[in-house]
């Protein structure tokens, strides 16, 4: 007798999918700041858990719901620790380091700032401050390397890292303070953090910005000529042109939301530009590129 029975339905689960919705919620609970951007600087150390995913999926093929259970646990277990690393960095006292320059004869500056994990404000210093810039770095240490030459200021700031290889905590930020009334050049690449640059009362010729995941809040010079580059990937960023500066805009972004004021910025093929931008005093020429990010700017 011929035997019919059924054979038994096995059902293969992809452990891409099961990452990729991972993924997609740490960022929803990031873009709703429910967790910090800082927690990548965890996640990254972490991939090793994903080796074992993988082998585990090579070892038995094809998955019962018990193991598809276990994995979903495993790769949550990796946000669970990031987490308690977060919980316990923030009891630990802050570490807090300052510089300066003065800024003498200087008629120029060059800055640049690599960062990554944590929080970076911006913003000009007072209008009677003799120095070039001020810095205040919180929860490791801030590596300031600052040289002159020919009455241009180059300055270059990088964490160091001295004590807290993991930190991702919400406590770790630095605060920069540049001069007005001086021409800046200005390069940033920064990852995982929150980002508020206030440029409206300095006088800024060129920004080039690297931002990987993470917020970023940029407010533009209110005077002056400026050209910026941007690049994002899986951010948000939310740029404010004050009120009488012409700019040109052109953004492309593979996947991802733009959202500008047409009111102020007719679109005009592929940019976004001021009626009166060729001849406009103070104007800003920007472009922005990137994927998997969210733009506005008005």
């Given at each position: 007798?011929?035997?019919?029975?059924?054979?038994?339905?096995?059902?293969?689960?992809?452990?891409?999918?099961?990452?990729?919705?991972?993924?997609?919620?740490?960022?929803?609970?990031?873009?709703?700041?429910?967790?910090?951007?800082?927690?990548?600087?965890?996640?990254?150390?972490?991939?090793?858990?994903?080796?074992?995913?993988?082998?585990?999926?090579?070892?038995?093929?094809?998955?019962?719901?018990?193991?598809?259970?276990?994995?979903?646990?495993?790769?949550?277990?990796?946000?669970g620790v990031a987490v308690?690393?977060?919980?316990?960095?923030?009891?630990?006292?802050?570490?807090?380091?300052?510089?300066?320059?003065?800024?003498?004869?200087?008629?120029?500056?060059?800055?640049?700032?690599?960062?990554?994990?944590?929080?970076?404000?911006?913003?000009?210093?007072?209008?009677?401050?003799?120095?070039?810039?001020?810095?205040?770095?919180?929860?490791?240490?801030?590596?300031?390397?600052?040289?002159?030459?020919?009455?241009?200021?180059?300055?270059?700031?990088?964490?160091?890292?001295?004590?807290?290889?993991?930190?991702?905590?919400?406590?770790?930020?630095?605060?920069?303070?540049?001069?007005?009334?001086?021409?800046?050049?200005?390069?940033?690449?920064?990852?995982?953090?929150?980002?508020?640059?206030?440029?409206?009362?300095l006088q800024l010729t060129?920004?080039?910005?690297?931002?990987?995941?993470?917020?970023?809040?940029?407010?533009?010079?209110?005077?002056?000529?400026?050209?910026?580059?941007?690049?994002?990937?899986?951010?948000?960023?939310?740029?404010?042109?004050?009120?009488?500066?012409?700019?040109?805009?052109?953004?492309?972004?593979?996947?991802?939301?733009?959202?500008?004021?047409?009111?102020?910025?007719?679109?005009?093929?592929?940019?976004?530009?001021?009626?009166?931008?060729?001849?406009?005093?103070?104007?800003?020429?920007?472009?922005?590129?990137?994927?998997?990010?969210?733009?506005?700017?008005?």
């Amino acid at each position: 007798m011929a035997d019919h029975t059924t054979p038994s339905r096995k059902t293969k689960i992809s452990i891409t999918g099961i990452i990729l919705i991972f993924l997609g919620v740490v960022l929803l609970l990031q873009n709703l700041n429910l967790l910090p951007w800082g927690l990548w600087a965890m996640l990254w150390r972490l991939w090793p858990v994903l080796l074992i995913i993988f082998g585990i999926n090579l070892i038995f093929g094809h998955y019962k719901l018990g193991r598809v259970v276990f994995l979903i646990l495993a790769i949550a277990a990796i946000v669970g620790v990031a987490v308690g690393v977060v919980v316990w960095q923030d009891q630990l006292p802050p570490i807090i380091t300052t510089d300066s320059a003065l800024r003498d004869d200087l008629q120029a500056a060059r800055v640049e700032m690599d960062f990554h994990a944590g929080q970076l404000n911006l913003s000009p210093l007072p209008s009677a401050s003799l120095n070039l810039f001020e810095t205040v770095a919180r929860g490791d240490g801030m590596r300031v390397d600052f040289r002159r030459q020919d009455r241009v200021g180059h300055l270059y700031l990088s964490s160091t890292w001295a004590r807290r290889l993991y930190w991702v905590g919400r406590g770790r930020g630095w605060d920069v303070k540049l001069a007005r009334g001086i021409p800046f050049s200005l390069a940033i690449n920064a990852a995982a953090i929150d980002l508020s640059l206030d440029f409206t009362f300095l006088q800024l010729t060129q920004l080039d910005l690297e931002l990987d995941a993470g917020n970023c809040n940029i407010r533009m010079p209110s005077q002056g000529v400026m050209s910026a580059d941007i690049t994002v990937s899986a951010a948000n960023i939310e740029i404010i042109i004050p009120a009488g500066v012409a700019a040109r805009i052109k953004v492309d972004l593979t996947v991802g939301s733009v959202r500008i004021d047409e009111s102020r910025f007719p679109r005009k093929g592929n940019y976004y530009i001021s009626p009166n931008f060729e001849d406009a005093e103070n104007r800003i020429s920007l472009a922005i590129e990137g994927a998997a990010s969210r733009v506005v700017i008005k």
